[in-house]
DNA sequence: ACCCGGGATTTGAACGATCAAACTAGCGGG
DNA sequence: CCCGCTAGTTTGATCGTTCAAATCCCGGGT
């Protein structure tokens, strides 16, 4: 016969119903270990593979976790974090059985169309939702509707932060500024500078105040800090400038900096070229996000630890253990709030002694 | 009734068959007008979405295009072509009604097995396979086996290299450099260096074939060609001392360089530094992807186009206008193998000095 | 008056799996 | 000897859709 093999020829091979074939697949305890073996060897002499749309028709179960495919920002660095979180989930749900499905979606409206045509068609379990943002519709509407997600971004400032039918993963930034500032400190340095994005963004806030605390840690007061902070949008040409103007035909140290700690890696960029350029090539200057640009140009950056977020943001949907998407809520799933610390990877932008 | 809507629900609402119901879904043209419109306002009134995994069960059609996951590449700049080709894909595949599934593979045959899994179990209709090598025991399966698919990248040198069961689309790195380096003649440059990957990679090859070419066209010679010839491994620092150890502490112009056109954005990197190094920040290079780094420092470069790639091998699958898979060698697809243009981006060739 | 053609619609069956309930042994206790 | 219990297995129904074939309807030709 030409046609694939199904439950049914693989019981009439082995000498069992069809059912007993199920039952090997999805319940091996409940058979007996001689029959066990008997309808395995069926499964493999007639290379059976289950059908996995019947299957899912069945039990409405898809084993598949959908994710917007975010944005192309061409100039930006920045979209690589999304991409590499991406691989990170393809890789781990693979190991518990789930597989991804992306989708294009145009704005949110659009998205949550596609949640809807993707979970009403039985096509996705789950979905990750990235890129989030204050009073998200996304999130709402998935709330509301009691449909299984996780997100990758706090909802920050939203009154439902700690709700745990909102479970989130995000990173740390926090811990990771503050260890990127104290390791600096760590070297001497004192007049460690912060070079951010414009006020508004959580995530940037969040990443500021961890440089500032741990200025503060070391006797820097609030005006000081005040003095020491620089912002820019988070493009490299425009840091540049920024950092630039700061400077203003000085060198760094007699502009007061001894160096500077970014929100991004597209910052920190900007940021190396002006003080390169101005003849301080030892200059340190710390990124965020460790994305190939860093890499590529010797830049320690704080790396964001993407494949501990994606393992994390499947245990807020699958358990510790399990292979199956839990309902919103479940017992199962322990913390539905992860915060993950971030790596400092220190490369020879940060010399060990500090240069004019 | 808390349960989803069926067609046999929208059937009885609009008062016709759950038949009449699917061909207002699957062929509207054989429903007589006013049916078509009653059943439709039925649809929306009840908000029906059809059962996707049902219809694959019965249809056989997933609408699903399959791509293993192309390696995390942590330190390359690289990783991002095959990550923007995905963007692309699942943009365009969305258009045409298509979805992609990413899967992870350890190694060929592990990619191979999940091929079939994923063909069996009726999850794809098609694969789209990247990194592709000589002789790949993928492609050789695949063909074999008759399942649809297109690969990203030529099979350099393989004697199947024209057959149509064999589609593939690629870039066409000769021209990409061929057009950079007469843009660099026209500008009155001369001795235009190459700097590629060492031997033995059909795309390399390929790409220095349009660098020579264009000397060629220019009136230099092939034993100058030879000298202005470089190569490193895909590394910036490796790319870098390579440059650093042909200037040996001349001038570009003492060593006989009036600029460098590279296989790919890394080795535009490594090579940029070594020449600001040596103090010559307006010697022109041109990188080859056209990847954030290459933006962010204003570097030239040549950009693949992974639109138009994607665009081209949704045709392949696909054919010009439809939504469904077509059978390998099926005659509604056009030309089997596709060659892109690349696009040349020209930059400002000297990002690292202050203007003026 | 009859039949024919063909467009529009309906009917029953099938896709391949799992669920729920029923059945069969085999065993021990009363 | 019968009853109930349990572990193991089988049976019939079902998930929501589309295919293939049958049916209905209506106008026109002979």
Redesign the pocket.
């Given at each position: 016969m030409t046609?694939?093999?199904?439950?049914?020829d693989v019981?009439q091979a082995a000498?069992?119903?069809?059912?007993?074939?199920?039952?090997v697949?999805?319940a091996p305890?409940?058979?007996?270990d001689?029959?066990?073996d008997r309808v395995q060897a069926a499964i493999d002499r007639l290379g059976?593979?289950?059908?996995a749309s019947?299957?899912r028709?069945?039990?409405r179960v898809s084993s598949t976790i959908g994710v917007r495919l975010p944005f192309v920002d061409r100039d930006g660095v920045s979209g690589a974090v999304l991409d590499r979180f991406l691989h990170e989930l393809a890789e781990h749900a693979d190991a518990r059985g789930m597989r991804i499905m992306l989708f294009a979606a145009r704005d949110h409206d659009d998205e949550i169309a596609q949640y809807r045509r993707l979970r009403d068609g039985a096509d996705v379990d789950a979905v990750v939702v990235t890129a989030t943002s204050y009073d998200d519709p996304r999130i709402d509407w998935l709330a509301t509707e009691r449909m299984p997600f996780v997100a990758f971004g706090r909802p920050w400032g939203s009154p439902h932060a700690d709700d745990p039918g909102r479970p989130w993963v995000d990173v740390d930034g926090f811990a990771g500024t503050r260890e990127a500032t104290a390791h600096l400190l760590g070297r001497g340095l004192r007049r460690i500078g912060w070079l951010g994005w414009p006020e508004g963004s959580g995530t940037g806030e969040d990443r500021r105040a961890g440089w500032a605390e741990a200025m503060a840690a070391a006797g820097v007061d609030a005006a000081e800090l005040e003095v020491l902070s620089l912002s820019a949008e988070d493009v490299a040409s425009l840091a540049r400038s920024t950092v630039e103007r700061r400077l203003g035909g000085r060198t760094p140290d007699a502009a007061g900096l001894d160096a500077l700690v970014c929100a991004s890696d597209s910052l920190a960029l900007g940021a190396m070229m002006a003080v390169r350029e101005a003849g301080h090539p030892r200059f340190p200057v710390v990124g965020f996000d460790n994305t190939p640009v860093s890499a590529a140009l010797g830049l320690s950056s704080v790396d964001q630890c993407l494949d501990l977020v994606a393992i994390a943001a499947l245990e807020l949907l699958l358990g510790d253990t399990g292979e199956r998407v839990l309902p919103p809520g479940d017992p199962g799933i322990r913390a539905p709030h992860r915060l993950i610390p971030p790596r400092l990877v220190v490369r020879r932008s940060t010399p060990l002694t500090p240069t004019g």
């Open positions: 046609a694939l093999p199904t439950v049914g019981a000498g069992v119903s069809r059912q007993t074939v199920s039952n697949l999805n305890q409940v058979v007996r001689d029959t066990r059976y593979r289950p059908h019947a299957r028709l069945r039990t």
